[in-house]
């Protein structure tokens, strides 16, 4: 009879040992996974939005889609203004010479590095694509260009993304738009800043 009682203790301790490493091995895997994740999808928005001013340049407007984006980046081209003093003027400060060069953004978009081809996709996700939207507004009377592109958090946090992680981020919600920029007002920031 002790001996099934001592069996009966060793695995209860076992079980309490077990249940004690996973409730601090979780919050800290949640931790790390949703740091290196977030790290991720923030560098892939940072190039999203290099590419939307880029196309703003060329455009004056932001794309409101992804295959509109691609479609202007790899066919256009970017103007570059050079402004100089007028050599012609002995003052050299009343007159101005404009011109303008113009460059493919495919190459700018090269050298930085961005792959326009998978720019609409959500890192972390099977072929998710991030939320794209565009329009120009008044802002101080005036027409405004803005844009709006983001994901919610779920969509990439994977098995994290559940709700019942709040627990050990009280900012965390799974609903929230990881983004940058804002339909109402010219804003280019990410809510990440």
């Known amino acids: 009879m002790k001996v099934a009682i001592n069996l009966l203790l060793t695995a209860l301790i076992f079980l309490l040992i077990y249940m ?15 740091g290196r994740r977030v790290d991720v999808v923030i560098a892939k928005l940072k190039q999203i939005k290099t590419s939307q001013e880029i196309y703003r340049s060329i455009k004056g407007t932001f794309a409101g889609s992804f295959e509109e984006l691609t479609n202007v980046l790899k066919n ?7 402004i100089e003093n007028d050599p012609t003027d002995p003052t050299n400060e009343d007159k101005f010479i404009r011109s303008t060069s113009y460059s493919p953004a495919i190459d700018s978009i090269k050298a930085m590095g961005i792959n326009i081809d998978s720019l609409a996709f959500v890192p972390f996700t099977n072929g998710l ?4 939207a565009a329009d120009t507004i008044e802002y101080q009377s005036t027409k405004v260009p803005v844009v709006q592109v983001g994901t919610k958090w779920k969509t990439f946090m994977g098995e994290f993304g559940d709700p019942k992680y709040k627990k050990y981020d009280k900012y965390f919600d799974p609903e929230k738009l990881l983004k ?14």
């Open 180 to 193: 940058f920029g804002d339909l109402a007002t010219p804003n280019l920031n990410g809510n990440w800043e």
């Open 20 to 34: 004690i490493y996973t409730s601090i091995r979780e919050p800290i895997a949640f931790q790390e996974e949703k």
């Open 76 to 82: 256009e081209k970017i103007p570059f203004e050079k």
């Open 129 to 132: 694509k991030f939320e794209i």
